[in-house]
Antibody, heavy 116, light 106 residues
């Protein structure tokens, strides 16, 4: 059974940092592209970043480029999202997801709230 | 960026109805189109990929069609557990979602 277990998230002030984690099981993580997707309340999901199987290629949405960093530790079956200089508009539920034709598997989501 | 537009925004239905949801892309995405179902407090669930292929475990009452810029998700014989928000997503060029169609009880 495929599982993506997320941790991290919480309430932070504008300008602060946060790190999200996602531990994968049930599939060959080292052979998988992975993504972070976020969803603000009442809005559609939005792709944030993705990373190639071996971590050699990373891509970001324009809205987070230069502030967020995606990384992958294949030895630990783990995906990370380092979020710096957070803004109010970054408030959302963040999901890790396995890439494919669409996103066949999603984590349970973790809430990030940026507010003073 | 490829913009995905879904219609209608809300659909009021009765159990047993045949339901049709539409999704239009601002430029061709070939058949690189997925449909998701999302219930409150849950992650989206993949229903359809490649425009018409049901994902693993998805009931046969869900079907997808279309190519290029026009796509349709059909639910044949709506059941109460199908009440949810449905999103389309293109993955031909990066990945973008439509704004969703909420299926609610009439």
């Amino acid at each position: 059974e495929v599982q993506l277990m997320q941790s991290g998230g919480g309430l932070v002030q504008p300008g602060e940092s946060l790190r999200l984690s996602c531990v994968a099981s049930g599939f060959t993580f080292r052979k998988s592209w992975m993504s972070w997707v976020r969803q603000a309340p009442g809005k559609e999901p939005e792709w944030v970043a993705n990373i190639k199987e071996d971590g050699s290629e990373k891509y970001y949405a324009d809205s987070v480029k230069g502030r967020f960093t995606i990384s992958k530790d294949n030895a630990k079956n783990s995906l990370y999202l380092e979020m710096n200089r957070l803004r109010g508009e970054d408030s959302a539920v963040y999901y890790c997801a396995k890439d494919g034709d669409g996103y066949p598997y999603w984590g349970q989501g973790t809430l990030v709230t940026v507010s003073s | 960026e490829i913009v995905m537009t879904q219609s209608p925004a809300t659909l009021s239905v009765s159990p047993g109805d045949r339901v049709t949801l539409s999704c239009r892309a601002s430029q061709s995405v070939n058949t690189k189109l997925a449909w998701y179902q999302q219930k409150p407090g849950q992650a989206p669930r993949l229903l359809i990929q490649s425009a018409s292929t049901r994902a693993t475990g998805v009931p046969v009452r869900f079907s997808g069609s279309g190519s290029g810029t026009e796509f349709t998700l059909t639910i044949s014989g709506l059941q109460s557990e199908d009440l949810a928000v449905y999103y389309c997503q293109q993955y031909n060029h990066w990945k973008t979602f439509g704004q969703g169609t909420k299926v609610e009880i009439k």
